[in-house]
């Protein structure tokens, strides 16, 4: 199935900043996000209204999105966990709210301290207060090919709390890498068994580089026909509940790939490498992203820039 154009969304505001021990001052995230609007990127997780006990790294998300210089091609969407956050979010005017579950009862338990059922039963909460505001909400369901504690995870699971996310009225329904356990296989099974289950329904791909394979999955996810995918910036990122989980997918390298590939995202490249290495600089640490270091493949080099090999 032939992709031509895909739409990226830049997480690295709300999951990749999350992960950093330092707080990064609000000013510093305000300019990382009004670059990443003028770059464009069509859609940017900026935060999650989560409570600054929780995630103190977050704590200014009010203040972000009040400062942050809309652009009407550009979504922005926070992560909201219950109804208090729904709530602040709205007064926020936000464009989009963002919920998330996990597939897997045990890691649903580390992660939020609920039952998947409880989650589910406390988004209605949220979807009343979003619809009253004409706020989307997109469902995210994370651990969603595979779990630290219990392994593989069914992919009727999976459609079985997609279908109950259309049936709450969600845009669509985000499948999240949070161990880096997916597989083509697994993604495979997951995106058919969903579209079997829940027909014209949504799918977004959000995978980890945990174990090298995050553009092979991404590869197979545009062979499915799939055309939305999360990354961020740096290949930041990762989940306190998962053992030995590591960073997203990078954005520059994403973007790279489709581009060499033909693939319209219509973000521009340079930009985003300039973003990145100024949220290096910022975080005070090497990034795992390589297109952000190595650049463009026909990148050109003066030869007065190289030594020359010395002997026969």
């Given at each position: 199935m032939e992709v031509r154009n895909v739409k990226v969304t830049e997480v690295g505001p709300r999951d990749g900043f999350q992960s950093e021990r330092t707080i990064l001052n609000t000013?510093?995230?305000?300019?990382?996000?009004?670059?990443?609007?003028?770059?464009?990127f069509p859609r940017i997780e900026?935060?999650?209204?989560?409570?600054?006990?929780?995630?103190?790294?977050?704590?200014?998300?009010?203040?972000?999105l009040e400062k942050a210089k809309r652009n009407k091609n550009t979504t922005l969407a926070a992560l909201v966990p219950n109804a208090?956050?729904?709530?602040?979010?709205?007064?926020?005017?936000?464009?989009?709210?963002?919920?998330?579950l996990s597939a897997s009862e045990s890691h649903n338990k580390k992660n939020v301290n609920r039952s998947v059922q409880e989650s589910l039963i406390g988004f209605r909460e949220i979807v009343k207060i979003a619809g009253d505001n004409n706020v989307p909400i997109q469902g995210d369901i994370a651990t969603a090919f595979g779990c630290p504690f219990e392994g593989n995870v069914s992919p009727k699971k999976l459609g079985e709390i997609s279908k109950e996310y259309k049936i709450m009225g969600f845009k669509g329904v985000t499948l999240g890498d949070t161990t880096g356990m997916a597989t083509p296989t697994v993604v495979t099974d997951a995106v058919n068994t969903i579209?079997?289950?829940?027909?014209?329904?949504?799918?977004?791909l959000h995978f980890h580089n945990t174990r090298g394979i995050g553009l092979a999955n991404v590869m197979t996810g545009l062979n499915l026909g799939i055309t939305d995918y999360e990354s961020c910036f740096g290949g930041m990122g990762g989940c306190p509940f998962a053992p030995n989980a590591t960073g997203n997918i990078c954005s520059e390298d994403l973007i790279y790939l489709l581009h060499e590939m033909?693939?319209?995202?219509?973000?521009?490249?340079?930009?985003?490498?300039?973003?990145?290495?100024?949220v290096e600089?910022?975080?005070?640490h090497k990034l795992p992203g390589q297109v952000?270091?190595?650049?463009?493949?026909?990148?050109s080099y003066s030869m007065d820039d190289v030594p020359t090999a010395i002997g026969a």
């Open positions: 000013e510093d995230k305000i300019e990382i996000i009004n670059n990443l609007i003028d770059a464009g900026v935060s999650s209204f989560v409570s600054p006990k929780a995630i103190p790294q977050l704590a200014d998300a009010a203040e972000v208090r956050g729904a709530i602040r979010a709205v007064a926020s005017k936000i464009d989009e709210i963002v919920v998330f579209r079997d289950m829940v027909p014209d329904f949504e799918i977004t033909g693939i319209e995202t219509g973000i521009d490249l340079d930009k985003l490498i300039t973003i990145a290495k100024k600089n910022l975080v005070g952000m270091r190595a650049g463009k493949r026909l990148l």
